[in-house]
């Protein structure tokens, strides 16, 4: 298949991408956090990260992005890259790293959106979150914009989607993030016009296969998995469908009403679903059985969290967890300042933490002989601390590095430990 005519490779994106200066950034490890909800889609990092004392937590630094945004930052190396839209109906679309040490902007890019710009006031152009393989970094917009840009800036290929799908569009936004998996960028782009999935080639650009999707709004975000072989699973109201990654071959239906909002997890062997509650599948097992449902995970409208053993899902003022293996529930606790979360969660070796879309951060965990720790089971789970900030917040934080970084519509911050023996702390 040859590239479309209306897609705008390497020769002609000098034209529509604007260039300014640019550092190199290393490759992926350990502490990278690659796309929504981190590398692995858990929303779980091992890390020992910083929790506000008194109700107050002080920033490492904070810096304004170039336009608004509520696209979830991600970390390759010593750097945090974040998309952002502005200008005339937020047709200004950016992709811009920041350094993670001091906040200092390593490059910016900028290109102009040929789809449909417009969203609802409280999202914007720059909805979908990037995502990285750690050499290349995938940016798609509300507007079905696509860029691919090495992690040093330079860029690669762009595709205007909505040119080869003009039908696709929704004035709430396009909030579905792109992933990637064995050099395919996987995107679902549902709405009530042309509403469509798709495989990308990583390297070229080239589109490897197209699917239909319903045609209603949706705004789940597709999660790649092994089994063994690489897939890509695409969940909405109708159901599950897995399909090969390179070929788009479907392999699998799975017969349940999922989700519109809130986006599967992927934590092997089980396949997490957000619906009437959460219902687990075992795709490691022959015709991919149901593990256990628990109607009680309501999850609104973000996504599962998997961290030590525990599945935890955010219900506004409420959080709530179950066991991973058996879905049994095992803790609910209540949060004074939480009232409305659009934000997954993260959980850290410090607690969870809950992103108030007024800008109010809520750590919640177990307090353990003085000594914060994780939620779990074993013990009273509590409100450990809270911060503001200004928001508004509707982004998922990343963490890397004992770092926590959080977005605002207009702003990048990094929460970080004031001091080496802080940052030692565990939560034993």
């Known amino acids: 298949m040859h590239l479309s005519r209306r897609s705008i490779q390497i020769g002609l994106i000098a034209a529509g991408i604007g260039l300014t200066s640019s550092l190199a950034a290393p490759s992926a490890f350990a502490l990278d956090w690659l796309q929504f909800r981190g590398s692995d889609t858990t929303s779980s990092s091992s890390e020992v990260t910083p929790i506000p004392v008194n109700d107050s937590i002080e920033p490492a630094w904070e810096v304004p992005t170039s336009g608004r945004g509520i696209s979830s930052p991600i970390v390759i190396g010593d750097s945090v890259v974040v998309t952002s839209s502005g200008g005339e109906d937020e047709r200004d679309l950016y992709v811009e790293s920041f350094s993670a040490a001091d906040g200092t902007r390593q490059w910016q890019r900028t290109l102009h959106a040929l789809g449909r710009p417009y969203t609802h006031p409280t999202s914007a152009n720059a909805s979908p979150s990037p995502a990285s393989d750690g050499e290349k970094i995938i940016a798609l917009f509300s507007s079905c914009d696509l860029v691919c840009l090495r992690t040093d800036g330079t860029p690669l290929w762009y595709r205007a989607l909505a040119v080869d799908h003009p039908r696709t569009g929704n004035d709430v936004s396009m909030s579905s993030s792109p992933v990637i998996l064995d050099d395919v960028v996987a995107v679902q782009l549902e709405n009530q016009g042309d509403s469509f999935g798709s495989g990308i080639d990583l390297e070229t650009g080239e589109t490897l296969w197209t699917r239909p999707r319903p045609r209603r709004s949706g705004w789940a975000t597709p999660i790649a998995v092994r089994l ?25 239906t799975l017969d349940i009403s999922g989700s519109t909002t809130s986006s599967p997890t992927w934590a092997p062997p089980l396949l997490l679903v957000p619906g009437n509650g959460i219902t687990a599948f075992n795709l490691r097992e022959p015709e991919f059985p149901i593990a256990w449902e628990n109607t009680r995970l309501n999850c609104r409208s973000v996504s599962p969290v998997v961290h030590n053993g525990q599945v935890i899902v955010n219900q506004g003022s409420v959080i709530a967890s179950a066991d991973f293996a058996t879905g049994e529930s095992t803790w609910k606790t209540r949060m004074r300042k939480v009232k409305s979360v659009w934000a997954t969660p993260i959980a850290t070796a410090s607690g969870i933490y809950v992103v108030d879309q007024s800008g109010t951060i809520t750590v919640v965990g177990e307090e353990r002989n003085g000594v914060n720790g994780d939620a779990s089971d074993s013990g009273e789970v509590e409100v450990l601390g809270t911060a503001e900030f200004t928001g508004p917040m509707l982004a998922t934080p990343a963490v890397s590095d004992g770092s926590v970084f959080l977005r605002s519509d207009r702003s990048l911050i990094k929460l970080a430990h004031s001091t080496v023996a802080e940052s030692r702390t565990t939560a034993e």
């Open 228 to 252: 063994p072989d690489p897939a890509f699973v695409f969940q909405n109201s109708d159901g599950i469908e897995i399909v090969a990654a390179r070929s788009g071959e479907l392999i699998a």
